[in-house]
T-cell receptor
Framework: NAGVMQNPRHLVRRRGQEARLRCSPMKGHSHVYWYRQLPEEGLKFMVYLQKENIIDESGMPKERFSAEFPKEGPSILRIQQVVRGDSAAYFC??????????FGQGTRLTVV | AQSVTQLDSQVPVFEEAPVELRCNYSSSVSVYLFWYVQYPNQGLQLLLK??????LVKGINGFEAEFNKSQTSFHLRKPSVHISDTAEYFCAVIPTNFGNEKLTFGTGTRLTIIP
C-alpha cells in the first residue's frame, strides 16, 4: 500500500511562472489536505478537499493560489505568477475522516 | 478556533539524557492531540496520538506523552535520547467533532542531540 505520493520533490520556478504541485492520496482516502511550511516556521493549513469539492479553503491566499481534487487523478495545487515569498515546502496529507492524516514527503518550491 | 503553543523553539540535549518537549493548546471544544516528527528534508511522521482513554500515550521510537486536560498540555518525553532523534517535532490538534483530519500545528521544536 503506497503512501501519499507528491511530485515533484523539488521544483524551481522563475518569478512569474506557474507552479503545479501534485498529490496522490493513499488508496481509499477521500480527504486531501495541503499545508505550507515556510522556512523556520511550522505547517500552516491551506485547503481541505474531497473528490471534486473544496471543503475548506480558509488558509489559501486570496490570489494566485488554487487547488482541485478531480474525480480521477491526483490533487493539484496551482500557484500562478510565483513570487519569491512562495518559496516553501508544500505538504499534502490524506485521510478518510478517522482522525489520522498521512503525509507525503513534500514538494520544495524555490522561486528564483 | 484552536491554537497550539510550543514554547521551546530549540532544545539541545546530551545523548542518553532525558528530554521533555512542551506543548500547550487552546480550544473551545474537545480536541485530539498529536505529535509528529520531521527529519531533515523529509515529510511528517506520526509519533503518537491521544484520542481518548489513558492519558499516558506511548508512541514509536521510545517516546511517550501525557495529556493533561486541566493544564491543556500534551508534553512529549523520552527517558534517553539518541543521535537519531535529532529532528523537528510538531504538536498538533484536531477538534473531535469535525469528522476530518485538518490539523492545527504548533511552530515546532528543533531537538538537537549532543554526542
Amino acid at each position: 500500500n503506497a503512501g501519499v505520493m507528491q511530485n515533484p520533490r523539488h521544483l524551481v520556478r522563475r518569478r512569474g511562472q506557474e507552479a503545479r504541485l501534485r498529490c496522490s492520496p493513499m488508496k481509499g482516502h477521500s480527504h486531501v489536505y495541503w499545508y505550507r511550511q515556510l522556512p523556520e516556521e511550522g505547517l500552516k493549513f491551506m485547503v481541505y478537499l474531497q473528490k471534486e469539492n473544496i471543503i475548506d479553503e480558509s488558509g489559501m491566499p486570496k490570489e494566485r493560489f488554487s487547488a482541485e481534487f478531480p474525480k480521477e487523478g491526483p490533487s493539484i495545487l496551482r500557484i500562478q505568477q510565483v513570487v519569491r515569498g512562495d518559496s516553501a515546502a508544500y505538504f499534502c496529507a490524506s485521510g478518510y475522516g478517522n482522525t489520522e492524516a498521512f503525509f507525503g514527503q513534500g514538494t520544495r518550491l524555490t522561486v528564483v | 478556533a484552536q491554537s497550539v503553543t510550543q514554547l521551546d523553539s530549540q532544545v539541545p540535549v546530551f545523548e542518553e539524557a532525558p528530554v521533555e518537549l512542551r506543548c500547550n493548546y487552546s480550544s473551545s471544544v474537545s480536541v485530539y492531540l498529536f505529535w509528529y516528527v520531521q527529519y531533515p528534508n523529509q515529510g511528517l511522521q506520526l509519533l503518537l496520538k491521544y484520542l481518548s482513554g489513558s492519558t499516558l500515550v506511548k508512541g514509536i521510537n521510545g517516546f511517550e506523552a501525557e495529556f493533561n486536560k486541566s493544564q491543556t498540555s500534551f508534553h512529549l518525553r523520552k527517558p534517553s535520547v539518541h543521535i537519531s532523534d535529532t529532528a523537528e517535532y510538531f504538536c498538533a490538534v484536531i477538534p473531535t467533532n469535525f469528522g476530518n483530519e485538518k490539523l492545527t500545528f504548533g511552530t515546532g521544536t528543533r531537538l538537537t542531540i549532543i554526542p
